[in-house]
């Protein structure tokens, strides 16, 4: 990284509007209401609001619960929302439709397939998950490894193969993210998932940073199980329902320790026993909040006539731009997103030992991306709604601030809680 | 029960006029927006919509979401909202601040508190459950059972003294309800609590059907650990968060399956090893969905300067109003629920073998109860909303159909989904 000329910015300016010009998803950024003035690069934390929610959320307030009251659960298909907009997903992640429901969060989803996949494979005594991985799949996994008498291995991705090759056999099921949260790193889902596989247990995969961020084929792949988080590249809105995926090979032996009612094959029968539901509908739980549900349904009509290979695309335009851009005008950062496009997430990481003040001094000044302890700046771009000129316009006053000092201030010093 | 006379209708009119005129809670009904001609006696299912709750949800979504976006977690003080939430639930069932919190299903709720319970009292093997109970209950107590190698045994509320006597250091904890949901009936939270924990177990009640319709007094009680859910006599939206009721001196020792990152005592050290929050903060899961949690807060300002003693004596006064034009008004029902108000919940429940008929041909008539299986018929009263008006409405349609046999159409009797 060096210091930048004018001769630099004018290039890069035109580039960005010139990369624009010709977005084949510039469109699409229409679907958003997103705050005039503001540079969000934080939607792989909270997405953006899409615009097809607020009236839906009316609606589900005034008419579909204010008026219909009950009869909701049957006149307005309350009851089927956690399936609908389970299949919704599911064409976002390459699952055939019947295989994927939403609702609760990720954490309870974790530990339902967790446990599931435990029980499925009696006698084998390891559960494997990644000491880069984002804390809840590794408090979830040795929760999980305690109430069954399992133990966790933390093995990183690239030692998997090495590890699986050694002591496959006595591995249960494998807890991994494509992506790393911190660093934007993309693994390799489908050697990963053969290695497991391979050594006969079930891969269950994170996808809170690859639904909506980029294609995932899960049924090509021959995956187990997955889960992932409605509110980062789903739009979903805040602490959106999670998702659940269960291949339907595993549907008829998925086996959860969450048995709620809404999961029982007759739930109006009021029996006294549990009788898992046929298919995926079997991982419900309890009654689903119905308002956080219709708001993340509406958020995904965002995607309709969206192709994930053109996401990906883009996604890929704006990252490697960020790239250059970071080398041409930032000073004291190292970037630790690959440079490989190939192994590169939705999402750039830079570290800087004052991560901490530089993204607060960047969010006083309307530019908002996120930083993950200790010394990491992380800027995510949805390609749904992230212009190359955002991606500039970032970059400039984060080398503003950077350059004048201005985030030494003390208002930009004091420790808040940031997601 | 017996045929009616004018006179007899001209006499409950009156007393209806009347009990509603002298009502101090009259004023309160006003707090909901209540659809125009319905009579609605379902909100012990789904509760009505308050009025707060439309302008809350409107700004969640558009200014809180859609324009602070990620930085509301700080600045609209999303990350508080559980313990915020439960602090206000606790007001209306006798908890002092910091023992309750808000978030996820009972069914996940009642998953923790019952495996938190079982993990403190180690070497006794029964978990005691109601054959009446909800079902979800009893599902999850099963599964709770299993996963720690206890047995659970099913005994009514009123066998439970001598059950205890018998074999009360085997128990564990018992998980019951205060009101029965099919009958209605109320029992003695005072002396059953007290006879469970006399055998050294653990109290858990299940106020789904209690708060907010009746004076819970959990701290008085001396209550170990209770669940509840946020739609029902709460108003909080279909689905609405449930909630978690720790005692202070069980809080340290609460030691939940469900780990997940929102529960660690620093959420965002992002640390690999869990470390539960102090207080009940520790029983938090993963990222709770915040607009429906918000609706819900917002529905909870509907009890606003409410005294839960002036809502229990305007629920009795509509139950025994229910009775008596029931007496009046109708052949051919049996009344399930007690007379005796001290054994009455906030519902009156009639027995008929056409029930679920019934129910669809008075929804027809826009007065909504509704059944459970095989033969109930169940009719809530929110004394929040509901006036004697409503309740002699009720009752006369229910008259009518039953003696017209409006109820014997054949698109009364198709059997759909009704929770």
Same mark, same amino acid.
């Given at each position: 990284?060096?210091?930048?000329?004018?001769?630099?910015?004018?290039?890069?300016?035109?580039?960005?509007?010139?990369?624009?010009?010709?977005?084949?998803?510039?469109?699409?950024?229409?679907?958003? *209401?997103?705050?005039?003035?503001?540079?969000?690069?934080?939607?792989?934390?909270?997405?953006?609001?899409?615009?097809?929610?607020?009236?839906?959320?009316?609606?589900?307030?005034?008419?579909?619960?204010?008026?219909?009251?009950?009869?909701?659960?049957?006149?307005?298909?309350?009851?089927?929302?956690?399936?609908?907009?389970?299949?919704?997903?599911?064409?976002?992640?390459?699952?055939?439709?019947?295989?994927?429901?939403?609702?609760?969060?990720?954490?309870?989803?974790?530990?339902?397939?967790?446990?599931?996949?435990?029980?499925?494979?009696?006698?084998?005594?390891?559960?494997?998950?990644?000491?880069?991985?984002?804390?809840?799949?590794?408090?979830?996994?040795?929760?999980?490894?305690? *109430?069954?008498?399992?133990?966790?291995?933390?093995?990183?991705?690239?030692?998997?193969?090495?590890?699986?090759?050694?002591? $496959?056999?006595?591995?249960?099921?494998?807890?991994?993210?494509?992506?790393?949260?911190?660093?934007?790193?993309?693994?390799?889902?489908?050697?990963?998932?053969?290695?497991?596989?391979?050594?006969?247990?079930?891969?269950?995969?994170?996808?809170?940073?690859?639904?909506?961020?980029?294609?995932?084929?899960?049924?090509?792949?021959?995956?187990?199980?997955?889960?992932?988080?409605?509110?980062?590249?789903?739009?979903?809105?805040?602490?959106?329902?999670?998702?659940?995926?269960?291949?339907?090979?595993?549907?008829?032996?998925?086996?959860?320790?969450?048995?709620?009612?809404?999961?029982?094959?007759?739930?109006?029968?009021?029996?006294?026993?549990?009788?898992?539901?046929?298919?995926?509908?079997?991982?419900?739980?309890?009654?689903?909040?119905?308002?956080?549900?219709?708001?993340?349904?509406?958020?995904?009509?965002?995607?309709? $006539?969206?192709?994930?290979?053109?996401?990906?695309?883009?996604?890929?335009?704006?990252?490697?731009?960020?790239?250059?851009?970071?080398?041409?005008?930032?000073?004291?950062?190292?970037?630790?997103?690959?440079?490989?496009?190939?192994?590169?997430?939705?999402?750039?990481?830079?570290?800087?030992?004052?991560?901490?003040?530089?993204?607060?001094?960047?969010?006083?000044?309307?530019?908002?991306?996120?930083? @993950?302890?200790?010394?990491?700046?992380?800027?995510?771009?949805?390609?749904?709604?992230?212009?190359?000129?955002?991606?500039?316009?970032?970059? @400039?006053?984060?080398?503003?601030?950077?350059?004048?000092?201005?985030?030494?201030?003390?208002?930009?010093?004091?420790?808040?809680?940031?997601?």
């Amino acid at each position: 990284m060096t210091t930048a000329t004018t001769h630099d910015l004018d290039a890069l300016t035109a580039r960005a509007s010139a990369l624009d010009a010709t977005d084949p998803l510039a469109a699409v950024r229409d679907r958003f *209401l997103l705050p005039e003035g503001v540079v969000y690069l934080d939607g792989n934390s909270l997405g953006a609001l899409p615009a097809a929610v607020p009236p839906v959320m009316a609606d589900a307030v005034h008419r579909q619960w204010g008026t219909d009251l009950i009869r909701s659960w049957n006149d307005n298909a309350w009851w089927e929302a956690p399936l609908r907009v389970g299949d919704a997903i599911g064409r976002l992640v390459g699952a055939a439709p019947g295989q994927t429901l939403a609702g609760d969060s990720t954490s309870v989803q974790l530990f339902n397939a967790l446990s599931a996949a435990v029980r499925s494979r009696p006698g084998r005594e390891l559960l494997l998950t990644d000491p880069g991985h984002f804390p809840t799949d590794q408090y979830i996994a040795d929760s999980v490894a305690r *109430l069954f008498g399992l133990e966790v291995r933390r093995v990183p991705p690239a030692e998997l193969p090495d590890f699986l090759a050694r002591e $496959g056999e006595r591995v249960a099921v494998a807890g991994y993210s494509p992506v790393d949260y911190r660093t934007g790193e993309l693994y390799d889902m489908a050697a990963t998932t053969r290695a497991v596989q391979r050594a006969g247990a079930l891969m269950l995969w994170d996808l809170c940073h690859a639904a909506g961020a980029l294609p995932v084929r899960l049924d090509e792949l021959g995956a187990d199980l997955a889960v992932g988080c409605g509110y980062k590249f789903l739009s979903g809105g805040p602490g959106a329902p999670a998702f659940l995926y269960v291949a339907e090979r595993h549907q008829a032996a998925f086996d959860q320790p969450l048995t709620g009612w809404n999961g029982h094959a007759e739930p109006f029968g009021l029996s006294g026993g549990y009788a898992p539901a046929a298919g995926v509908g079997r991982g419900r739980i309890g009654t689903p909040p119905i308002l956080s549900m219709l708001a993340l349904e509406a958020a995904l009509t965002a995607f309709d $006539g969206v192709a994930m290979a053109d996401v990906r695309a883009k996604s890929l335009s704006l990252t490697s731009f960020f790239l250059d851009c970071a080398d041409a005008l930032l000073d004291g950062f190292t970037v630790v997103t690959p440079r490989d496009p190939e192994r590169r997430g939705s999402q750039v990481t830079l570290r800087h030992p004052e991560a901490y003040a530089l993204v607060q001094a960047l969010s006083a000044r309307d530019v908002i991306g996120d930083m @993950r302890a200790p010394d990491m700046l992380r800027f995510g771009v949805n390609a749904l709604y992230v212009t190359h000129g955002d991606v500039l316009s970032a970059v @400039r006053h984060l080398s503003e601030v950077v350059n004048s000092g201005e985030h030494h201030a003390e208002r930009f010093q004091r420790r808040t809680t940031v997601t």
